[in-house]
Protein backbone atom coordinates (compact mmCIF):
# COMPACT_ATOMS: atom_id res chain seq x y z
CA UNK A 1 0.00 0.00 0.00
CA UNK A 2 1.18 3.56 -0.44
CA UNK A 3 1.90 5.35 2.98
CA UNK A 4 2.52 8.37 1.90
CA UNK A 5 -0.46 9.34 0.17
CA UNK A 6 -3.05 10.66 2.20
CA UNK A 7 -5.82 8.70 4.61
CA UNK A 8 -8.86 9.27 1.76
CA UNK A 9 -7.06 8.93 -0.84
CA UNK A 10 -5.80 5.21 0.38
CA UNK A 11 -8.94 3.88 1.40
CA UNK A 12 -10.34 5.23 -2.16
CA UNK A 13 -8.15 2.78 -3.70
CA UNK A 14 -9.05 0.17 -1.45
CA UNK A 15 -12.61 0.36 -1.22
CA UNK A 16 -12.40 0.23 -5.34
CA UNK A 17 -10.30 -2.85 -5.42
CA UNK A 18 -12.10 -4.67 -2.34
CA UNK A 19 -15.43 -3.74 -4.15
CA UNK A 20 -14.14 -4.64 -7.99
CA UNK A 21 -12.99 -8.14 -6.96
CA UNK A 22 -16.28 -9.83 -5.33
CA UNK A 23 -18.27 -7.98 -7.80
CA UNK A 24 -16.59 -9.88 -10.73
CA UNK A 25 -16.85 -13.08 -8.58
CA UNK A 26 -20.01 -13.34 -8.26
CA UNK A 27 -20.33 -12.43 -11.90
CA UNK A 28 -18.57 -15.31 -12.49
CA UNK A 29 -20.40 -17.47 -10.75
CA UNK A 30 -23.65 -16.84 -12.16
CA UNK A 31 -22.44 -17.90 -15.26
CA UNK A 32 -20.61 -21.16 -13.56
CA UNK A 33 -22.71 -23.79 -12.71
CA UNK A 34 -21.47 -23.04 -9.31
CA UNK A 35 -22.70 -25.81 -6.15
CA UNK A 36 -23.47 -24.33 -2.49
CA UNK A 37 -20.16 -24.62 -1.61
CA UNK A 38 -18.94 -21.97 -4.18
CA UNK A 39 -22.29 -19.25 -3.22
CA UNK A 40 -20.96 -20.32 0.69
CA UNK A 41 -17.48 -19.28 0.43
CA UNK A 42 -18.73 -15.78 -1.44
CA UNK A 43 -20.68 -15.20 0.82
CA UNK A 44 -18.15 -15.20 3.54
CA UNK A 45 -15.58 -13.46 1.01
CA UNK A 46 -18.33 -10.48 1.26
CA UNK A 47 -19.27 -10.74 5.11
CA UNK A 48 -14.68 -9.84 5.00
CA UNK A 49 -14.05 -7.40 2.53
CA UNK A 50 -17.29 -5.08 4.73
CA UNK A 51 -15.53 -6.20 7.59
CA UNK A 52 -11.87 -5.45 6.19
CA UNK A 53 -13.40 -1.61 4.95
CA UNK A 54 -14.98 -0.81 8.15
CA UNK A 55 -11.77 -2.11 10.56
CA UNK A 56 -9.94 0.14 7.76
CA UNK A 57 -11.93 3.23 8.09
CA UNK A 58 -11.79 3.45 11.91
CA UNK A 59 -8.44 2.11 12.80
CA UNK A 60 -6.69 4.56 9.42
CA UNK A 61 -4.03 6.85 11.37
CA UNK A 62 -3.50 10.19 10.58
CA UNK A 63 0.43 9.55 8.55
CA UNK A 64 -1.78 7.47 5.98
CA UNK A 65 -0.04 4.29 6.70
CA UNK A 66 -2.25 1.38 7.86
CA UNK A 67 -1.86 -0.83 11.39
CA UNK A 68 0.29 -4.20 10.55
CA UNK A 69 -2.72 -6.21 11.56
CA UNK A 70 -4.54 -4.42 8.62
CA UNK A 71 -2.00 -5.33 6.45
CA UNK A 72 -2.27 -9.02 7.12
CA UNK A 73 -5.93 -8.87 7.03
CA UNK A 74 -5.42 -7.44 3.26
CA UNK A 75 -2.59 -10.16 2.96
CA UNK A 76 -5.32 -12.90 3.79
CA UNK A 77 -8.14 -11.40 1.66
CA UNK A 78 -5.89 -11.70 -1.33
CA UNK A 79 -5.09 -15.44 -0.89
CA UNK A 80 -8.84 -15.02 -0.22
CA UNK A 81 -9.28 -14.27 -3.78
CA UNK A 82 -7.45 -16.79 -5.08
CA UNK A 83 -8.90 -19.45 -3.55
CA UNK A 84 -12.33 -18.75 -5.09
CA UNK A 85 -11.14 -18.11 -8.15
CA UNK A 86 -9.35 -21.53 -8.07
CA UNK A 87 -12.47 -23.06 -7.30
CA UNK A 88 -14.60 -21.35 -9.90
CA UNK A 89 -11.97 -22.09 -12.66
CA UNK A 90 -12.31 -25.60 -11.37
CA UNK A 91 -16.20 -25.43 -11.96
CA UNK A 92 -15.94 -24.82 -15.23
CA UNK A 93 -13.26 -27.32 -16.47
CA UNK A 94 -10.16 -26.07 -15.24
CA UNK A 95 -7.38 -24.95 -16.96
CA UNK A 96 -9.57 -24.30 -19.86
CA UNK A 97 -11.76 -22.11 -18.28
CA UNK A 98 -12.08 -18.41 -19.29
CA UNK A 99 -12.11 -17.12 -16.05
CA UNK A 100 -8.76 -18.01 -15.52
CA UNK A 101 -8.08 -14.24 -16.06
CA UNK A 102 -9.68 -13.35 -12.62
CA UNK A 103 -6.33 -14.49 -11.22
CA UNK A 104 -4.34 -11.60 -13.56
CA UNK A 105 -6.96 -9.14 -11.71
CA UNK A 106 -6.07 -10.22 -8.55
CA UNK A 107 -2.38 -10.26 -9.34
CA UNK A 108 -2.47 -6.65 -11.01
CA UNK A 109 -4.32 -5.44 -7.97
CA UNK A 110 -2.05 -6.72 -5.56
CA UNK A 111 1.00 -6.02 -7.06
CA UNK A 112 -0.70 -2.17 -6.84
CA UNK A 113 -1.47 -1.90 -3.28
CA UNK A 114 0.75 -4.10 -1.75
CA UNK A 115 3.25 -4.08 -4.46
CA UNK A 116 6.34 -6.32 -3.82
CA UNK A 117 4.98 -8.23 -0.92
CA UNK A 118 1.38 -8.54 -2.59
CA UNK A 119 3.06 -10.04 -6.10
CA UNK A 120 5.37 -12.77 -4.15
CA UNK A 121 2.07 -13.77 -1.92
CA UNK A 122 0.06 -14.04 -5.10
CA UNK A 123 2.48 -16.09 -7.38
CA UNK A 124 2.80 -18.12 -5.02
CA UNK A 125 -0.36 -18.44 -3.87
CA UNK A 126 -1.21 -18.87 -7.75
CA UNK A 127 0.98 -21.27 -8.32
CA UNK A 128 0.00 -23.76 -5.80
CA UNK A 129 -3.58 -23.45 -6.46
CA UNK A 130 -3.57 -23.34 -9.83
CA UNK A 131 -0.92 -26.07 -10.09
CA UNK A 132 -3.11 -28.52 -7.61
CA UNK A 133 -5.30 -27.37 -10.52
CA UNK A 134 -2.79 -28.82 -13.44
CA UNK A 135 -2.57 -32.23 -11.57
CA UNK A 136 -6.30 -32.42 -11.32
CA UNK A 137 -6.08 -32.71 -15.18
CA UNK A 138 -3.42 -35.44 -15.03
CA UNK A 139 -5.41 -37.48 -12.27
CA UNK A 140 -4.60 -36.58 -9.41
CA UNK A 141 -5.80 -33.97 -6.57
CA UNK A 142 -8.70 -31.94 -7.76
CA UNK A 143 -10.27 -35.53 -8.16
CA UNK A 144 -13.95 -34.83 -6.99
CA UNK A 145 -13.81 -31.88 -9.13
CA UNK A 146 -14.47 -34.18 -12.48
CA UNK A 147 -11.54 -32.47 -14.62
CA UNK A 148 -11.12 -33.05 -18.00
CA UNK A 149 -7.98 -35.72 -18.33
CA UNK A 150 -5.47 -33.34 -20.71
CA UNK A 151 -1.74 -34.07 -22.05
CA UNK A 152 1.09 -33.75 -20.12
CA UNK A 153 2.20 -30.38 -22.60
CA UNK A 154 -1.06 -29.17 -22.64
CA UNK A 155 -1.35 -28.65 -18.70
CA UNK A 156 2.13 -27.31 -18.66
CA UNK A 157 1.46 -24.70 -20.93
CA UNK A 158 -1.57 -23.42 -19.61
CA UNK A 159 -0.17 -23.37 -16.27
CA UNK A 160 2.88 -21.67 -17.12
CA UNK A 161 0.52 -19.27 -18.95
CA UNK A 162 -1.54 -18.43 -16.13
CA UNK A 163 0.46 -18.39 -13.33
CA UNK A 164 3.46 -16.91 -15.22
CA UNK A 165 1.27 -14.17 -17.03
CA UNK A 166 -0.29 -13.51 -13.49
CA UNK A 167 3.62 -13.50 -12.08
CA UNK A 168 4.72 -11.27 -14.81
CA UNK A 169 1.87 -8.73 -14.43
CA UNK A 170 1.56 -8.73 -11.02
CA UNK A 171 5.31 -8.19 -10.86
CA UNK A 172 5.34 -5.46 -13.37
CA UNK A 173 2.44 -3.97 -11.50
CA UNK A 174 4.27 -3.95 -8.49
CA UNK A 175 7.48 -2.51 -9.83
CA UNK A 176 5.23 0.39 -11.35
CA UNK A 177 3.66 1.26 -8.18
CA UNK A 178 7.05 1.06 -6.27
CA UNK A 179 8.04 3.85 -9.04
CA UNK A 180 5.05 5.57 -8.79
CA UNK A 181 5.11 6.08 -5.19
CA UNK A 182 8.81 7.22 -4.98
CA UNK A 183 8.31 10.07 -7.69
CA UNK A 184 4.87 10.89 -6.14
CA UNK A 185 6.93 11.33 -2.80
CA UNK A 186 9.78 13.00 -4.70
CA UNK A 187 6.88 15.37 -5.89
CA UNK A 188 5.63 16.01 -2.73
CA UNK A 189 9.29 16.60 -1.38
CA UNK A 190 9.94 19.02 -3.89
CA UNK A 191 6.58 20.72 -3.48
CA UNK A 192 7.32 20.91 0.04
CA UNK A 193 10.46 22.36 -0.71
CA UNK A 194 9.09 25.00 -3.43
CA UNK A 195 6.18 25.67 -0.97
CA UNK A 196 8.78 26.51 2.02
CA UNK A 197 11.45 28.62 -0.47
CA UNK A 198 7.57 30.59 -1.63
CA UNK A 199 7.08 31.44 2.23
CA UNK A 200 10.26 32.15 2.68
CA UNK A 201 10.34 34.59 0.01
CA UNK A 202 7.30 35.85 0.70
CA UNK A 203 8.34 36.63 4.06
CA UNK A 204 11.19 38.67 2.98
CA UNK A 205 9.30 40.33 0.25
CA UNK A 206 6.61 41.54 3.08
CA UNK A 207 9.10 43.08 5.31
CA UNK A 208 10.60 44.95 2.88
CA UNK A 209 9.24 48.75 2.43
CA UNK A 210 9.36 48.73 -1.37
CA UNK A 211 6.41 47.72 -3.13
CA UNK A 212 6.82 43.94 -5.70
CA UNK A 213 5.02 43.56 -8.37
CA UNK A 214 5.25 40.78 -10.78
CA UNK A 215 2.99 40.32 -13.87
CA UNK A 216 2.19 38.88 -17.12
CA UNK A 217 3.28 40.35 -20.09
CA UNK A 218 -0.21 40.64 -21.06
CA UNK A 219 -0.40 42.56 -17.56
CA UNK A 220 -2.18 40.00 -15.81
CA UNK A 221 -1.10 40.28 -11.99
CA UNK A 222 1.10 37.14 -10.76
CA UNK A 223 2.78 38.66 -7.72
CA UNK A 224 2.49 41.40 -5.20
CA UNK A 225 3.74 42.02 -1.45
CA UNK A 226 1.66 43.92 1.31
CA UNK A 227 3.70 47.57 0.45
CA UNK A 228 2.87 47.58 -2.69
CA UNK A 229 -0.97 47.68 -1.85
CA UNK A 230 0.00 50.13 0.92
CA UNK A 231 1.69 52.41 -1.83
CA UNK A 232 -0.34 52.07 -4.43
CA UNK A 233 -3.11 52.14 -1.99
CA UNK A 234 -5.53 50.05 -3.65
CA UNK A 235 -6.39 46.57 -2.60
CA UNK A 236 -4.73 43.95 -4.91
CA UNK A 237 -5.23 40.45 -6.38
CA UNK A 238 -3.52 37.93 -8.29
CA UNK A 239 -5.01 37.95 -11.71
CA UNK A 240 -6.31 41.27 -11.57
CA UNK A 241 -4.61 44.17 -14.04
CA UNK A 242 -2.88 46.94 -13.24
CA UNK A 243 -4.91 49.39 -15.80
CA UNK A 244 -8.23 48.71 -14.58
CA UNK A 245 -7.02 48.44 -10.77
CA UNK A 246 -5.42 52.22 -10.69
CA UNK A 247 -8.69 53.29 -13.79
CA UNK A 248 -9.80 56.03 -11.22
CA UNK A 249 -6.55 57.25 -10.70
CA UNK A 250 -5.36 60.41 -12.84
CA UNK A 251 -1.69 58.65 -12.09
CA UNK A 252 -2.26 55.49 -13.36
CA UNK A 253 -2.35 55.46 -17.00
CA UNK A 254 1.14 56.90 -16.63
CA UNK A 255 1.98 53.61 -14.58
CA UNK A 256 0.48 51.49 -16.99
CA UNK A 257 2.57 53.45 -19.45
CA UNK A 258 5.74 53.18 -17.86
CA UNK A 259 4.75 48.91 -17.89
CA UNK A 260 3.59 49.06 -21.46
CA UNK A 261 6.92 50.52 -22.65
CA UNK A 262 8.88 47.64 -21.14
CA UNK A 263 6.87 45.11 -22.20
CA UNK A 264 6.21 46.09 -25.86
CA UNK A 265 10.10 46.26 -26.29
CA UNK A 266 10.53 49.86 -26.17
CA UNK A 267 13.35 49.95 -23.18
CA UNK A 268 15.00 47.39 -21.28
CA UNK A 269 13.82 49.19 -18.15
CA UNK A 270 11.95 52.42 -17.16
CA UNK A 271 12.88 54.48 -13.73
CA UNK A 272 10.76 57.08 -13.22
CA UNK A 273 9.03 59.30 -10.69
CA UNK A 274 5.19 59.72 -10.62
CA UNK A 275 3.45 62.42 -8.13
CA UNK A 276 0.36 60.58 -7.11
CA UNK A 277 -1.02 63.14 -4.32
CA UNK A 278 -0.17 66.76 -3.66
CA UNK A 279 2.30 65.61 -0.90
CA UNK A 280 2.90 61.93 -2.38
CA UNK A 281 5.93 60.77 -4.43
CA UNK A 282 6.50 57.05 -6.31
CA UNK A 283 9.68 55.99 -7.50
CA UNK A 284 8.61 53.13 -10.48
CA UNK A 285 11.54 51.07 -11.60
CA UNK A 286 10.34 48.51 -13.80
CA UNK A 287 12.26 45.59 -16.29
CA UNK A 288 11.62 42.16 -17.92
CA UNK A 289 12.74 38.62 -17.37
CA UNK A 290 13.63 37.19 -20.51
CA UNK A 291 14.39 33.47 -21.14
CA UNK A 292 15.47 31.85 -24.32
CA UNK A 293 14.62 35.33 -26.20
CA UNK A 294 11.13 35.89 -24.90
CA UNK A 295 9.49 38.38 -22.10
CA UNK A 296 8.38 36.22 -19.55
CA UNK A 297 7.44 38.42 -16.88
CA UNK A 298 7.81 42.09 -15.58
CA UNK A 299 8.94 43.27 -12.30
CA UNK A 300 7.77 46.44 -10.76
CA UNK A 301 9.90 48.10 -7.94
CA UNK A 302 7.84 50.49 -6.14
CA UNK A 303 9.12 52.93 -3.55
CA UNK A 304 7.39 56.06 -1.60
CA UNK A 305 10.07 58.68 -1.96
CA UNK A 306 7.44 61.41 -0.18
CA UNK A 307 9.30 61.96 2.72
CA UNK A 308 12.97 62.26 1.18
CA UNK A 309 10.82 64.57 -1.42
CA UNK A 310 9.90 66.76 2.16
CA UNK A 311 13.17 66.49 2.79
CA UNK A 312 14.61 67.63 -0.02
CA UNK A 313 11.88 70.84 -0.23
CA UNK A 314 13.04 71.41 3.70
CA UNK A 315 16.65 71.49 2.76
CA UNK A 316 16.24 73.83 -0.02
CA UNK A 317 13.94 75.82 2.15
CA UNK A 318 16.45 75.85 4.93
CA UNK A 319 19.29 77.23 2.63
CA UNK A 320 16.99 79.82 1.39
CA UNK A 321 16.43 80.66 4.88
CA UNK A 322 20.31 80.40 5.77
CA UNK A 323 21.01 82.93 2.82
CA UNK A 324 18.63 85.49 3.43
CA UNK A 325 19.51 85.09 7.53
CA UNK A 326 23.04 85.85 6.06
CA UNK A 327 22.12 88.64 4.34
CA UNK A 328 19.73 90.29 6.64
CA UNK A 329 22.90 89.74 9.67
CA UNK A 330 24.92 91.67 7.38
CA UNK A 331 22.06 94.46 6.92
CA UNK A 332 21.37 94.68 11.14
CA UNK A 333 24.92 95.00 11.13
CA UNK A 334 25.40 98.09 8.71
CA UNK A 335 22.01 99.34 10.38
CA UNK A 336 23.46 99.77 13.94
CA UNK A 337 26.45 102.04 12.90
CA UNK A 338 23.94 104.55 11.67
CA UNK A 339 22.22 104.44 14.85
CA UNK A 340 24.90 104.69 17.10
CA UNK A 341 25.52 107.98 14.84
CA UNK A 342 21.55 109.27 15.74
CA UNK A 343 21.78 108.06 19.03
CA UNK A 344 24.66 109.93 20.01
CA UNK A 345 23.58 113.16 18.07
CA UNK A 346 20.37 113.19 19.51
CA UNK A 347 21.94 112.95 23.01
CA UNK A 348 24.31 115.94 22.09
CA UNK A 349 20.86 118.22 20.96
CA UNK A 350 19.02 117.11 24.45
CA UNK A 351 22.53 118.41 26.25
CA UNK A 352 22.31 121.27 24.73
CA UNK A 353 21.46 124.71 26.16
CA UNK A 354 19.65 126.10 23.23
CA UNK A 355 17.14 123.50 23.04
CA UNK A 356 13.42 123.94 24.31
CA UNK A 357 11.40 121.81 26.03
CA UNK A 358 9.52 120.23 23.43
CA UNK A 359 12.86 119.62 21.43
CA UNK A 360 14.40 117.78 24.49
CA UNK A 361 11.30 115.89 24.37
CA UNK A 362 11.60 114.83 20.59
CA UNK A 363 15.37 114.17 21.25
CA UNK A 364 14.46 112.31 24.01
CA UNK A 365 12.12 110.19 22.09
CA UNK A 366 14.59 109.76 19.26
CA UNK A 367 16.95 108.71 21.89
CA UNK A 368 14.63 105.89 23.35
CA UNK A 369 13.25 104.58 20.50
CA UNK A 370 17.13 104.39 19.04
CA UNK A 371 18.50 102.60 21.70
CA UNK A 372 15.30 99.87 21.43
CA UNK A 373 16.38 99.20 17.85
CA UNK A 374 19.88 98.78 18.57
CA UNK A 375 18.74 95.86 21.42
CA UNK A 376 16.64 94.10 18.36
CA UNK A 377 19.62 94.12 16.10
CA UNK A 378 22.01 93.18 18.98
CA UNK A 379 19.27 90.33 19.89
CA UNK A 380 19.32 89.37 16.14
CA UNK A 381 22.76 89.39 15.71
CA UNK A 382 22.94 87.16 18.72
CA UNK A 383 20.61 84.41 16.74
CA UNK A 384 22.47 84.64 13.62
CA UNK A 385 25.90 84.57 14.99
CA UNK A 386 27.53 81.32 14.80
CA UNK A 387 28.98 80.05 18.11
CA UNK A 388 31.27 76.76 19.14
CA UNK A 389 30.48 75.62 22.78
CA UNK A 390 33.66 76.52 25.00
CA UNK A 391 32.85 74.18 28.25
CA UNK A 392 35.05 74.85 30.87
CA UNK A 393 35.27 73.92 34.88
CA UNK A 394 32.15 75.39 36.19
CA UNK A 395 30.94 75.91 40.10
CA UNK A 396 27.12 75.89 39.83
CA UNK A 397 26.47 77.19 42.96
CA UNK A 398 28.63 80.38 41.90
CA UNK A 399 26.76 80.34 38.38
CA UNK A 400 23.00 80.69 39.60
CA UNK A 401 24.54 83.82 41.88
CA UNK A 402 25.34 85.46 39.37
CA UNK A 403 22.27 84.93 37.28
CA UNK A 404 20.48 86.25 40.23
CA UNK A 405 22.57 88.59 40.59
CA UNK A 406 21.45 89.90 36.80
CA UNK A 407 18.28 89.66 37.36
CA UNK A 408 18.17 91.72 40.63
CA UNK A 409 20.00 94.55 38.40
CA UNK A 410 17.05 93.91 35.94
CA UNK A 411 14.46 95.05 38.43
CA UNK A 412 16.13 97.75 40.02
CA UNK A 413 16.80 99.22 36.56
CA UNK A 414 13.12 98.66 35.35
CA UNK A 415 11.81 99.94 39.05
CA UNK A 416 10.26 96.65 40.04
CA UNK A 417 9.19 95.37 43.53
CA UNK A 418 8.21 92.75 45.33
CA UNK A 419 9.86 89.78 43.11
CA UNK A 420 11.66 87.26 45.29
CA UNK A 421 14.67 85.51 43.40
CA UNK A 422 15.70 82.34 44.76
CA UNK A 423 18.59 79.84 43.78
CA UNK A 424 18.83 75.91 44.63
CA UNK A 425 21.30 73.46 43.86
CA UNK A 426 21.16 69.46 44.21
CA UNK A 427 24.27 67.12 43.61
CA UNK A 428 27.37 68.09 41.68
CA UNK A 429 28.90 71.64 42.46
CA UNK A 430 31.41 71.87 39.66
CA UNK A 431 30.67 70.76 35.77
CA UNK A 432 32.42 71.02 32.58
CA UNK A 433 30.12 73.29 30.70
CA UNK A 434 30.54 76.40 28.75
CA UNK A 435 29.52 79.17 30.92
CA UNK A 436 28.54 81.98 29.08
CA UNK A 437 25.97 80.26 26.94
CA UNK A 438 24.26 78.71 29.92
CA UNK A 439 24.15 82.35 31.65
CA UNK A 440 22.24 83.95 28.27
CA UNK A 441 20.09 80.85 28.11
CA UNK A 442 18.99 81.28 32.11
CA UNK A 443 19.32 84.71 32.35
CA UNK A 444 16.83 84.74 29.14
CA UNK A 445 14.03 82.43 30.73
CA UNK A 446 14.62 84.04 34.32
CA UNK A 447 13.78 87.65 32.74
CA UNK A 448 10.96 85.74 30.38
CA UNK A 449 9.15 84.55 33.64
CA UNK A 450 10.09 87.90 35.27
CA UNK A 451 8.01 89.61 32.62
CA UNK A 452 5.32 87.23 32.58
CA UNK A 453 4.48 88.00 36.49
CA UNK A 454 1.60 91.00 37.43
CA UNK A 455 3.04 93.54 38.78
CA UNK A 456 -0.52 93.34 41.15
CA UNK A 457 0.60 89.63 42.91
CA UNK A 458 4.42 89.06 44.89
CA UNK A 459 6.04 87.93 42.13
CA UNK A 460 9.03 84.64 42.61
CA UNK A 461 11.70 83.46 40.15
CA UNK A 462 13.48 79.63 41.40
CA UNK A 463 16.70 78.82 39.93
CA UNK A 464 17.05 75.14 40.24
CA UNK A 465 19.92 73.20 38.78
CA UNK A 466 20.78 69.39 39.49
CA UNK A 467 23.69 67.88 38.46
CA UNK A 468 24.82 63.74 38.48
CA UNK A 469 27.54 61.78 36.62
CA UNK A 470 25.01 61.57 33.62
CA UNK A 471 23.58 64.74 33.21
CA UNK A 472 22.86 69.02 34.30
CA UNK A 473 19.45 69.75 34.52
CA UNK A 474 18.22 73.83 34.95
CA UNK A 475 14.81 74.32 35.98
CA UNK A 476 13.24 78.43 35.76
CA UNK A 477 10.30 78.36 37.68
CA UNK A 478 8.12 81.18 37.57
CA UNK A 479 4.42 82.40 39.37
CA UNK A 480 3.41 84.29 36.32
CA UNK A 481 0.32 84.09 34.18
CA UNK A 482 0.96 80.96 32.01
CA UNK A 483 0.59 79.83 28.73
CA UNK A 484 -2.80 78.60 26.64
CA UNK A 485 -1.50 75.52 24.83
CA UNK A 486 -1.61 76.95 21.81
CA UNK A 487 0.84 79.71 22.84
CA UNK A 488 2.94 76.91 24.34
CA UNK A 489 3.59 75.30 20.84
CA UNK A 490 5.10 78.38 19.19
CA UNK A 491 7.49 78.82 22.23
CA UNK A 492 11.01 78.95 20.72
CA UNK A 493 9.71 80.41 17.32
CA UNK A 494 11.57 83.28 16.00
CA UNK A 495 9.71 86.61 16.42
CA UNK A 496 7.55 85.05 18.28
CA UNK A 497 5.94 86.80 21.39
CA UNK A 498 2.83 87.78 23.81
CA UNK A 499 4.43 91.06 25.20
CA UNK A 500 3.50 94.07 24.15
CA UNK A 501 6.85 96.14 22.44
CA UNK A 502 8.63 92.60 23.10
CA UNK A 503 11.00 90.98 19.97
CA UNK A 504 10.39 87.77 20.09
CA UNK A 505 14.00 86.38 20.06
CA UNK A 506 14.80 86.22 23.71
CA UNK A 507 13.61 82.30 23.60
CA UNK A 508 14.91 81.52 20.76
CA UNK A 509 18.46 82.37 21.39
CA UNK A 510 18.33 80.14 23.76
CA UNK A 511 16.67 77.07 22.14
CA UNK A 512 19.33 77.51 19.65
CA UNK A 513 22.11 77.81 22.03
CA UNK A 514 20.46 74.50 23.90
CA UNK A 515 20.33 72.71 20.62
CA UNK A 516 24.46 73.50 20.14
CA UNK A 517 25.51 71.93 23.15
CA UNK A 518 23.20 68.72 22.77
CA UNK A 519 20.75 69.42 25.32
CA UNK A 520 16.88 69.17 25.30
CA UNK A 521 14.74 71.89 25.83
CA UNK A 522 10.68 71.47 27.88
CA UNK A 523 8.74 73.78 29.03
CA UNK A 524 5.62 73.18 31.44
CA UNK A 525 2.78 76.23 31.61
CA UNK A 526 -0.59 76.02 33.07
CA UNK A 527 -2.43 79.30 32.32
CA UNK A 528 -2.89 81.14 35.94
CA UNK A 529 -0.22 79.24 37.65
CA UNK A 530 3.11 79.97 35.69
CA UNK A 531 5.84 78.24 34.13
CA UNK A 532 8.87 75.91 34.28
CA UNK A 533 11.39 75.63 31.73
CA UNK A 534 13.70 72.68 31.99
CA UNK A 535 16.87 72.58 30.35
CA UNK A 536 19.27 69.52 30.33
CA UNK A 537 22.44 68.79 29.64
CA UNK A 538 24.97 65.44 29.41
CA UNK A 539 27.80 65.65 31.78
CA UNK A 540 30.99 66.24 30.33
CA UNK A 541 34.59 64.59 31.39
CA UNK A 542 36.49 66.90 33.41
CA UNK A 543 40.01 67.52 32.71
CA UNK A 544 42.20 65.74 34.29
CA UNK A 545 43.65 67.49 37.38
CA UNK A 546 40.61 69.88 38.31
CA UNK A 547 40.42 70.52 41.80
CA UNK A 548 37.06 70.24 43.43
CA UNK A 549 36.56 72.90 46.57
CA UNK A 550 34.21 71.81 49.26
CA UNK A 551 32.04 74.17 48.42
CA UNK A 552 28.36 74.28 50.32
CA UNK A 553 24.92 74.69 48.90
CA UNK A 554 23.74 78.41 49.03
CA UNK A 555 20.13 79.55 48.92
CA UNK A 556 19.60 82.76 48.34
CA UNK A 557 16.57 84.93 49.01
Not at 404 to 424: N, Q
Not at 434 to 457: H, T
Request: proline share 4%.
Amino acid sequence: MNPVAGPSLQIRWIGTTRVLTPVALFLSALVVPGTERVWLWLGLHSVANLAYLGLHWKGQPSSGKPATWLDLYLAGLFCFDVWLEALIVASDGGLQSDFILLFVLTATLAGFLMRYRGAFLVAGTGLALFGSLALGHLGTGWSDAGLSTLSRSTVVFRTIMVVGLGTLVTFLTAYLAETLHRQRALSEDQARDLLLARLDLDGVLNRLSYGVLVMEPQGKLLYFNQSACSILRHPLHPGARLHQVLASETWGSDLVDAVREVTEGRGPKVDRELRISPSGWIQVQIAGQWMEGQLRNVVVALQDISAIRKMEEEVRSGERMATMGHMAARIAHEIRNPMASITGSAQLLGDSMAASDDDRQLLGLIRRESERLDRILSEFLDYSRPRTPSPRPTVLPELLSEIREMVLARLARDGREGVTIKTKCQGEREVMIDRDMILQILFNFAINGLQAIPESIPGMILLDVAADAEQIRFRVRDNGAGMSSEVLRKVGEAFFTTRQGGVGLGVAISRHLTALLGGTFRVQSLEGRGTVVEVAFPQQQKPTGTEHGDLNQTNRN
